[in-house]
């Protein structure tokens, strides 16, 4: 395991960097943050929590970047390209925001497995890598984290983690919709038999999601109900609100969306605890 890499002694790069980071953006109200109005139980679940995004937003860096590589040869156009690197320097955005707060609210102890600096299936053909990152790093992914940080804003007290949820969310759902704008563009190109294949791949990305973002609460087909609101926290709702932001954005988005580009989505869905474990 290895820290973030933050911090360059380079100016070119810091200043690139921070017109980047900063350009369109209201600046976030650190001094607004209250640690001291959190219980040491509460302040330790919210660094914790902070630490480990700011290590998943890296990831979707990495990710997001070696996407954009195989873009050219998948034979999608250059405005594509563009625009998708806006993507990377927003998950740089939430990767350092996510390690200021951790930071504040006591230490920043994220770490990267180095495995997650690479992804492995770089043996695909180049259409379909993209298409299969892109079901599942943008249509499930991208579109559950619409769920989940809406859950965040509402719950979140503490205004500058509030604040930082709620321009992670501003930025989430341009890429929830840069996803589904990719899927159109992308899967309407394969075969019947590579969009069957992809519903096999779907199966495995349903399953870590709901497991990760959801902690897989819910039986099947049953309504959530509406969760009360969190006490005083920095970030940190209940696994119940959490799961309950997935499912509403499996159902109304997810699941429809991909079927009726032709992605065999509601089997996928059905058989997602067949599908083989990573
Ligand atoms: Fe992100
Ligand atoms: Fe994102």
Redesign the pocket.
């Known amino acids: 395991m290895q820290p973030l890499p933050l911090g360059s002694a380079e100016r070119l790069f810091t200043s690139l960097h921070r017109r980047m980071m900063d350009t369109g953006y209201a600046p976030t109200p650190w001094d607004a943050l209250r640690p001291e109005a959190l219980s040491d139980a509460a302040r330790e679940r919210a660094r914790a929590a902070w630490s480990a995004r700011s290590v998943s937003e890296y990831r979707?860096m990495v990710v997001f970047g070696e996407v954009l590589a195989r873009v050219p040869e998948a034979g999608l156009p250059l405005e594509l390209s563009s625009a998708m690197s806006r993507?990377i320097q927003?998950?740089a955005r939430h990767t350092e925001l996510c390690a200021t707060l951790a930071e504040r609210l006591g230490g920043n102890d994220g770490a990267l497995d180095p495995r997650d600096l690479r992804l492995r299936d770089d043996t695909l053909p180049a259409r379909l890598f993209v298409a299969r990152w892109t079901v599942s790093m943008f249509c499930v992914g991208?579109t559950a984290?619409v769920g989940l940080l809406g859950e965040l804003v509402h719950g979140t007290t503490d205004p500058c983690a509030r604040h930082v949820c709620a321009t992670l969310l501003r930025?989430?759902r341009l890429?929830d919709r840069f996803g589904w704008a990719l899927a159109r563009t992308l899967l309407p190109r394969l075969t019947d038999d590579e969009r069957e294949w992809l519903g096999a791949e779907l199966a495995f990305s349903l399953r870590y999601y709901e497991q990760q973002d959801a902690d897989a609460l819910r039986p099947d087909g049953a309504l959530l109900p509406a969760v009360p609101d969190a006490p005083p926290n920095a970030g940190v709702v209940s696994r119940e609100a959490f799961a309950r932001g997935f499912y509403t954005r499996l159902d109304r988005v997810i699941l429809p969306s991909l079927a009726a580009l032709g992605v065999p989505a509601y089997e996928a869905w059905a058989l997602r605890h067949e599908a083989p474990a990573e």
């Open positions: 979707s993507l927003d998950e991208e984290s930025d989430e890429h």
